[in-house]
T-cell receptor, first 113, second 113 residues
């Protein structure tokens, strides 16, 4: 079956702009989580959605937001982009069940200039 | 989630078994031990997970100590394609659909020809 799909794969934006990234989970997976990866900070948890509700949020400013749709697809938005937002943004999906694994997409590489 | 400790780097000869240790002494009773790996700039790849019994799949084996304070990931016949950063982590279920993964710095495994 199809894996987690993230679009776009690459993006270049200018400081001050906003950006929306998309994630389509594996069919049947209802939990979607987002991560930011930078060389300095490694992989950091952004937030997680299940049943269109944010269940958990990492330590990121309010410029980072997300949502989940009824078909479990998720988007994340970053407003007022800063140079430090340049990163690989990863999405993972999983079943809502204890002891289940999460599967990651290939990520969106965002460059802010 | 449990705090984990892994060696920063390891080398392994091609064709030999790679044994990657992880200390997770603070793991709680309902947290599973998960292993992921990441090849440069790709999304993390799920390898294996377990609660207290040893587990094996087509990729690797997971040995968890009886007290659950540490585990070892075993790649039985390492190939050059196994060169990656390997992450060990605990992942619990809060009952509210929250499945945050907390990534440490991982172990950079280099498979040597």
């Amino acid at each position: 079956k199809a894996g987690v799909t993230q679009t776009p794969r690459y993006l270049i934006k200018t400081r001050g702009q906003q950006v929306t990234l998309s994630c389509s989970p594996i069919s049947g997976h209802r939990s979607v989580s987002w991560y930011q990866q930078t060389p300095g900070q490694g992989l950091q948890f952004l937030f997680e959605y299940f049943s269109e509700t944010q269940r958990n949020k990492g330590n990121f400013p309010g410029r980072f937001s997300g949502r989940q749709f009824s078909n479990s697809r998720s988007e994340m938005n970053v407003s007022t982009l800063e140079l430090g937002d340049s990163a690989l943004y990863l999405c993972a999906s999983s079943l809502v069940r204890q002891g289940t694994e999460a599967f990651f997409g290939q990520g969106t590489r965002l460059t802010v200039v | 989630d449990a705090k984990t400790t892994q060696p920063t780097s390891m080398d392994c000869a091609e064709g030999r078994a790679a044994n990657l240790p992880c200390n997770h002494s603070t793991i709680s009773g309902n947290e599973y031990v998960y292993w992921y790996r990441q090849i440069h700039s790709q999304g993390p790849q799920y390898i294996i997970h377990g609660l207290k019994n040893n587990e094996t799949n087509e990729m690797a084996s997971l040995i968890i100590t009886e007290d659950r304070k540490s585990s070892t990931l075993i790649l039985p016949h390492a190939t050059l394609r196994d060169t990656a950063v390997y992450y060990c982590m605990g992942r619990g279920y809060s009952g509210a659909g929250s499945y945050q993964l907390t990534f440490g710095k991982g172990t950079k495994l280099s498979v040597i020809p």
